[in-house]
């Protein structure tokens, strides 16, 4: 089955700096990425996406990359502020299923 | 338009005692995942779920654990003789439809504690 394999685990930065995450998958088959934000004693929230045929993904201070080929893709969070700070879980999966797999996270620590 | 709700947010059993964990989808989702969360970890997937319908249950432990999604009314985790070991966070999480490439949207999660 897919694994998917999550680092740093931990990252701490100072306000302002960029942060960026990168993640592994398994199975050439996946094509769908997804990105989870978690705050303390909260459930998960879908942060940004890409697909498959899209090579990177931009929404304000966020970005995703996503390199097929080497089968790694990557979160970047520029100008981090303290309310950045959570933990961060990469997911993957293929098209022919819908059970996405996670990373083990990163938890992230923003300064002020 | 409400999000997923769990519920109880949180549920205290006595080992060998049964919890029974309770997840109703957004509103137009028919389908359902449960992952289970321990302390300090990422997220395992356990079961996935149509309406009356189990469609994956590779993540579900051979013993103990089951899960259904009625016609009516919400999905139910359930887990019979619970052991300490049983203690953790459980989310739910929907989606619109199958074979389509659509993020879920979680529920904030029951925190089981065995004691």
């Known amino acids: 089955g897919e694994n998917v394999e999550q680092h740093p685990s931990t990252l701490s930065v100072q306000e302002g700096d960029s942060a960026v995450i990168k993640c592994t998958y398994s199975d050439s088959a996946s094509n769908y990425f997804p990105w989870y934000k978690q705050e303390l004693g909260k459930g998960p929230q879908l942060i940004i996406d890409i697909r498959s045929n899209v090579g990177e993904k931009k929404d304000q201070r966020i970005a995703v990359t996503l390199n097929k080929t080497a089968k790694h893709f990557s979160l970047h969070i520029t100008e981090t502020q303290p309310e950045d700070s959570a933990v961060y879980f990469c997911?993957?999966?293929?098209?022919?299923?819908?059970?996405?797999?996670f990373g083990g996270g990163t938890r992230v620590l923003v300064k002020p | 338009n409400a999000g997923v709700m769990q519920n109880p947010r949180h549920l205290v059993r006595r080992r060998g005692q049964e919890a029974r964990l309770r997840c109703s989808p957004m509103?137009?989702?028919?389908?359902v995942y449960w992952y289970r969360q321990l302390p300090e970890e990422g997220l395992k997937f356990m079961v996935y779920?149509?309406?009356?319908?189990?469609?994956?249950e590779s993540g579900m432990p051979k013993e103990r654990f089951s899960a259904e999604f009625p016609k009516e009314g919400p999905s139910i985790l359930r887990i019979q003789q619970v052991v300490r070991g049983d203690s953790a966070a459980y989310f739910c999480?929907?989606?619109?439809?199958?074979?389509?490439?659509?993020?879920?949207?979680f529920g904030s999660g029951t925190r089981l504690t065995v004691v």
């Open positions: 509103k137009g989702h028919s389908h």
């Open positions: 779920l149509q309406k009356e319908n189990i469609i994956d």
């Open positions: 999480a929907s989606s619109p439809r199958d074979r389509g490439n659509y993020g879920y949207t």
């Open positions: 997911a993957a999966r293929k098209a022919a299923g819908n059970k996405l797999t």
